[in-house]
T-cell receptor, first 113, second 109 residues
Framework: KAGVTQTPRYLIKTRGQQVTLSCSPI?????VSWYQQTPGQGLQFLFE???????NKGNFPGRFSGRQFSNSRSEMNVSTLELGDSALYLC????????????FGQGTRLTVV | KNEVEQSPQNLTAQEGEFITINCSYS?????LHWLQQHPGGGIVSLFM???GKKKHGRLIATINIQEKHSSLHITASHPRDSAVYIC???????????FGKGTKLTVNP
């Protein structure tokens, strides 16, 4: 069974640009969550999708958005990039929401210059 | 104060030593995860606990719901165990994982 796949693995963008990251969950999993990891703040929850609906959102500005497609693949978008958006972005998939094990991808390392 | 506190922040051990990493939390939870992160970023889920104790190979995780505390133990530590270990709690009634800052473990040969 293939694991959680995130693309791209590395990305360099310029301030003011926008970026789209992709996450393909484990086959059969319908819940996808996104997290941001920075040296200063550690891991922080961004949002969670289940069956194409956003169920939860963390404390991030509106520049951070996401969506989920009918095949459960999810994308997150960051517009008007700032230097502080440089981070490792991780996604995790679960079979169903709730008290179930989460499986993480390798992450996308975004550098904003 | 963070909702999830881990100790120690950094830990250096000699190969073969018994390792304990602690996690305390202040919110109601439905589950607690122990995660391992190697350099390069990928995260592996080691355990998910809602009560009691789980064992997988040389790793043991325990949780005390009343005391809001969990421990991760590594027996007979090995240099390949060197990684950052992260405690994360799933808040009750929410899908939001709240993470500790992590414990960086270095096991020297």
């Amino acid at each position: 069974k293939a694991g959680v796949t995130q693309t791209p693995r590395y990305l360099i963008k310029t301030r003011g640009q926008q970026v789209t990251l992709s996450c393909s969950p484990i086959s059969g999993h319908r819940s996808v969550s996104w997290y941001q990891q920075t040296p200063g703040q550690g891991l922080q929850f961004l949002f969670e999708y289940f069956s194409e609906t956003q169920r939860n959102k963390g404390n991030f500005p509106g520049r951070f958005s996401g969506r989920q497609f009918s095949n459960s693949r999810s994308e997150m978008n960051v517009s008007t990039l700032e230097l502080g958006d440089s981070a490792l972005y991780l996604c995790a998939s679960k079979g169903t929401p709730g008290n179930t094990e989460a499986f993480f991808g390798q992450g996308t390392r975004l550098t904003v210059v | 104060k963070n909702e999830v506190e881990q100790s120690p922040q950094n830990l250096t051990a000699q190969e073969g030593e018994f390792i304990t990493i602690n996690c305390s939390y202040s919110v109601g939870i439905s589950a607690l995860h122990w995660l391992q992160q190697h350099p390069g970023g990928g995260i592996v889920s080691l355990f998910m606990l809602s009560s009691g104790k789980k064992k997988h190979g040389r790793l043991i995780a325990t949780i005390n719901i009343q005391e809001k505390h969990s421990s991760l133990h590594i027996t007979a530590s090995h240099p390949r165990d060197s990684a950052v270990y992260i405690c994360a709690v799933l808040q009750g009634g929410s899908e939001k994982l709240v993470f500790g800052k992590g414990t960086k473990l270095t096991v020297n040969p």
